[in-house]
């Protein structure tokens, strides 16, 4: 008879110990390295301009490759994640990305590294998947905000420090600089990680109940839970007669069947939304100076302060998004980006530019950690990577076209129509998340959990509910509970 572990529960009920703040710092570094390779095109290609080494053109195509390469790593992050498990994603991301660096900055030509550059952003892309919904699996509901926020404040410092460093290392050493700091970087943080458990959760989805409950032992021992103190509602048995194995692989079909398709579209809104709302602002903020009268190093001062903000909204999550609650503070920020984005093109004042440019980067920063961190919450164990890695494949190609609709909106009706426009994308995604919000949770995501996927489902008498009935989607997997409970507003996050 196989053991059931309850994973899913026990991880839920540990208070926060030594395991989860390693955790964090370690997924951070991830995520520090990640937005640091990610933003430091912007002094390496005007770099590599400079001295004969790209064109306009070139660079155009290095920027575009990129945008390409972190959508397909997103999708490939979610099935990586699904099928192989989270550490073993987790790893291969960070190692792929690190390793490219490396090699990208012996690039002997512009051409070569292009590609180069393509193939790292797939693990660039992978990387932002895997560390928001390892926070997911990991951290409990109650205090998940304050570490989505702290993921936050990581990806932020490595969009600051990546402008930082630039200033220093590009003149001394070349752009070849950046790319070895990067890869280093990368490759230590994938050092100090290389002893991470796998995930319970996915192992419980996986059948592989003997590894998940030595993975929660080790934990709970970590977070000084005793296993005498796990109570006999968090572990039973599963029912005689249960398969031994592996779980069921569940398509990524499921998304779009039933009981599934109003999260996947609530999912792709908030992630297109976040994406291009926080592109749209934070990239084309100088250009938007310089039209309002600025000479560029004014422009690119002003931009230093304001951009401060990226790290300051993060920050502020850390502190308030759990006592609010995760669903209204994503619909508390995208009002408040909504609103501060209206104000933004009738500020005149130096002072006011930069205080209300403050406060909108740093609402749009927290609506972005915020829409990523929380759309892996939408969906079971089973394909919960896969979930959150379309959305995220889905903004991101977004992202590819965006600069074209960026353009045409501010070659059409300037600075106001840009911002107005992106306002008026937070209201859409703010009211949409009032009136229809995901309810993550676990017994709303047992309704939808496909049979096998353990971890969502509970089994033994000590729990809250009985085992759920087995039904075939459109897509042919197994699902559980009706469609009428897919989609509830948000009672408890």
């Known amino acids: 008879m196989n053991t059931h572990v309850n994973a899913g529960q026990r991880l839920d009920s540990l208070p926060i110990g030594k395991f989860h703040r390693r955790l964090v710092l370690l997924v951070g570094l991830g995520m520090f390295f990640d937005s640091f390779d990610n933003t430091l095109s912007a002094g390496v290609l005007a770099s590599m301009l400079d001295t004969g080494f790209s064109t306009l053109e070139l660079n155009s195509l290095f920027l575009s490759i990129t945008f390409a390469g972190l959508a397909i790593g997103a999708a490939f992050a979610g099935w990586l994640g699904d099928?192989?498990?989270?550490?073993?994603?987790?790893?291969?991301?960070?190692?792929?990305?690190?390793?490219?660096?490396?090699?990208?900055?012996?690039?002997p030509s512009m051409e070569v590294l292009i590609a180069l550059r393509g193939l790292m952003s797939i693990g660039m892309g992978a990387e932002y998947v895997i560390c928001y919904g390892m926070i997911t699996e990991f951290i409990p509901p109650g205090r998940r905000g304050r570490y989505l926020g702290l993921l936050g404040i990581f990806a932020g410092l490595g969009v600051s420090m990546s402008s930082l460093i630039g200033w220093v290392?590009?003149?001394?050493w070349s752009w070849r600089g950046m790319f070895v700091l990067g890869g280093v970087g990368a490759m230590i943080a994938w050092w100090m990680r290389?002893?991470?458990?796998e995930s319970p959760q996915w192992l419980e989805s996986r059948g592989r109940y003997d590894e998940a409950e030595a993975v929660l032992q080790r934990i709970e021992r970590e977070s000084g839970v005793s296993s005498q103190d796990v109570g006999p509602a968090q572990v039973a048995h599963q029912p005689a007669g249960a398969t031994d194995g592996k779980a069921e692989w569940v398509p990524i079909t499921v998304l779009f069947s039933r009981p599934v398709i109003r999260r996947t579209l609530m999912a792709l809104i908030l992630t297109v939304t976040c994406l291009f709302g926080s592109y749209a602002v934070t990239g084309w903020m100088p250009t938007f100076f310089v039209e309002q009268g600025m000479d560029v190093s004014t422009s690119l001062g002003f931009n230093a302060a304001i951009m401060s903000g990226y790290v300051a909204g993060p920050l502020l999550c850390v502190f308030i998004v759990d006592r609010l609650g995760r669903r209204r503070s994503i619909m508390m920020f995208g009002t408040l980006s909504a609103v501060f984005a209206?104000?933004?093109?009738?500020?005149?004042?130096?002072?006011?530019?930069?205080?209300?440019g403050f406060v909108l980067v740093g609402t749009v920063a927290s609506f972005l950690t915020l829409g990523l961190g929380t759309t892996p919450e939408f969906f079971p164990t089973a394909f919960r990577f896969r979930g959150g890695g379309f959305a995220q494949?889905?903004?991101?190609?977004?992202?590819?076209?965006?600069?074209?609709a960026v353009l045409w909106l501010f070659s059409s009706y300037g600075v106001f129509g840009v911002i107005l426009a992106v306002s008026g994308m937070y209201v859409i995604v703010t009211l949409l998340n009032a009136v229809a919000g995901v309810d993550t949770s676990r017994e709303a995501l047992e309704q939808i959990a496909p049979e096998g996927d353990t971890n969502d489902v509970p089994t033994g008498p000590g729990d809250a509910h009985a085992p759920l009935r087995k039904s075939e989607s459109s897509s042919g997997a197994a699902l559980s509970g009706s469609p009428g409970t897919a989609w509830q507003p948000d009672a408890r996050d």
């Open 83 to 107: 099928r192989f498990g989270r550490g073993f994603a987790f790893q291969f991301s960070l190692a792929l990305f690190g390793v490219l660096a490396l090699c990208a900055a012996l690039a």
């Open 169 to 172: 290392v590009i003149p001394a």
């Open 194 to 197: 290389r002893d991470m458990p």
């Open 342 to 356: 209206g104000l933004y093109p009738f500020m005149s004042e130096p002072a006011l530019v930069i205080a209300v």
């Open 393 to 404: 494949t889905v903004g991101r190609i977004g992202l590819i076209f965006s600069p074209f």
